[in-house]
């Protein structure tokens, strides 16, 4: 399958090429689009200037968004086409630190409305991933507060894309898909992955 590929995480990337998937970066007549999620930072909203959280919006929303959108055009009109959006966790339930989370619930929803708007779109929402563990966080700790017992693998986020591009999904639709091992259901006992 030719995959538009918008954004860049080399991980993910290779780990899709390595199932098969052909993925390129300026054609519009590709079956499908994958958009990726940029690295996570982690701030508290208070220090967060107005050009700072522009920056943020930006890179998790408007990017992605304004990039897929002439492809999009393009599925609506063939009458076919699958998006999945690779988004973060920090979308599904709030994070201290996490104002990304705002700007890619902001993506989760325009992945929602194209769903609803003629095309099969879909998002992945990642948990704490192994290569991409943002600081000031323990890695230890968010293993141990996750139900997985593990962080999230590169693989593991290439395996729910290649799924959901794939026709083993084909009545998922407007969906978003945690890919965090259960983390984000039992973070109620701490707030945070922090060494206290």
């Known amino acids: ?7 860049e995480d080399a991980p993910v990337e290779a780990a899709l090429a390595a199932r098969g998937l052909e993925l390129v970066r300026d054609t519009l007549d590709a ?7 940029p690295p996570l930072e982690l701030r508290p909203i208070a220090e967060l200037g107005p050009a700072e959280w522009q920056r943020v919006f930006s890179s998790f929303a408007e990017e992605p ?4 959108q002439p492809w999009l055009k393009a599925a609506y009109e063939r009458g076919s086409g699958t998006w999945v959006a690779v988004t973060t966790v920090l979308a599904t339930q709030p994070f201290p630190g996490g104002a990304a989370g705002a700007a ?5 929803t325009l992945v929602r409305i194209a769903a ?10 990642q948990g704490w991933r192994e290569e991409r563990f943002p600081d000031p966080l ?3 700790l968010a293993a141990a507060d996750s139900p997985g017992g593990r962080l999230a693998s590169t693989g593991d986020v290439a395996a729910a894309v290649a799924w959901l ?4 999904s084909l009545h998922v639709n407007g969906e978003v898909l945690r890919v965090d091992g259960g983390y984000t259901i039992t973070r109620g006992s701490r707030p945070d992955p922090r060494k206290e």
Do not use: P
């Not at 399958?1 to 918008?6: E, G, N, Q, S």
């Open 116 to 125: 609803l708007e003629g095309i099969r779109a879909n998002a992945v929402a």
């Open 138 to 140: 323990d890695r230890d």
């Open 104 to 108: 890619a619930l902001a993506l989760q």
């Open 31 to 37: 079956e499908a689009l994958v958009t990726l999620a």
């Open 65 to 68: 968004f304004f990039s897929a």
């Open 165 to 168: 591009l794939s026709d083993d």
């Open 1 to 7: 399958m030719k995959v538009l590929a918008i954004g």
